[in-house]
T-cell receptor
């Protein structure tokens, strides 16, 4: 099956700093990438959808100025959490799809802890 | 707005039993539906993908069925093993948006 990687797998940062998470499709071209967030003992919640070369579409309640998403190529999307606060501590997972209506492949996730 | 409900929320059964996990969703206009497992603190492992035109898919001891018109899917696990202990997530895909249920936490007792 297709492989999606994320980097880093975990990160600790101080409150007020920014942190960037990368999502890469390793063996296919991802026209669309998705970012999810999962708080402890909760299910995954879709944050935003990004198509290569265009602006991301954010779900209701997700601050676009705080969670910057860039999908500059068909194999890479980045999520930057700006001015991170402890409440942003969460498990962030990306997924990628090669074509509309097709299977989404999920990355292994990035655990962010903001101190 | 798609809403996904998974029943039961938690399940503990002795090793060797067959079991059924249920999923219902409110918007039946889906492309496909995936079942995932998630181990504590880990990412997702895709188990089965059923396209909207399909009724079921099988992989080893797992069988997933889909009744799109009624908005239901079930995951059947045969001859359960302690290694099957995990949270199982149902994920219908509508317009490329996957909405996850809260999952069923499964514990297989040795």
């Amino acid at each position: 099956g297709a492989v999606v990687s994320q980097h880093p797998s975990w990160v600790i940062c101080k409150s007020g700093t920014s942190v960037k998470i990368e999502c890469r499709s390793l063996d296919f071209q991802a026209t669309t990438m998705f970012w999810y967030r999962q708080f402890p003992k909760q299910s995954l919640m879709l944050m935003a959808t990004s198509n290569e070369g265009s602006k991301a579409t954010y779900e209701q309640g997700v601050e676009k100025d705080k969670f910057l998403i860039n999908h500059a190529s068909l194999t890479l999307s980045t999520l930057t959490v700006t001015s991170a606060h402890p409440e942003d501590s969460s498990f962030y997972i990306c997924s990628a799809s090669g074509q509309s209506g097709y299977e989404q492949y999920f990355g292994p996730g990035t655990r962010l802890t903001v101190t | 707005k798609q809403e996904v409900t998974q029943i039961p929320a938690a399940l503990s059964v002795p090793e060797g039993e067959n079991l059924v996990l249920n999923c219902s969703f409110t918007d039946s206009a889906i492309y496909n539906l995936q079942w995932f497992r998630q181990d504590p603190g880990k990412g997702l492992t895709s188990l089965l993908l059923i396209q909207s035109s399909q009724r079921e898919q099988t992989s080893g001891r797992l069988n997933a069925s889909l009744d799109k018109s009624s908005g239901r899917s079930t995951l059947y696990i045969a001859a359960s093993q302690p290694g099957d202990s995990a949270t199982y997530l149902c994920a219908p895909n509508r317009d490329d948006k996957i909405i996850f249920g809260k999952g069923t936490r499964l514990h297989i007792l040795p």
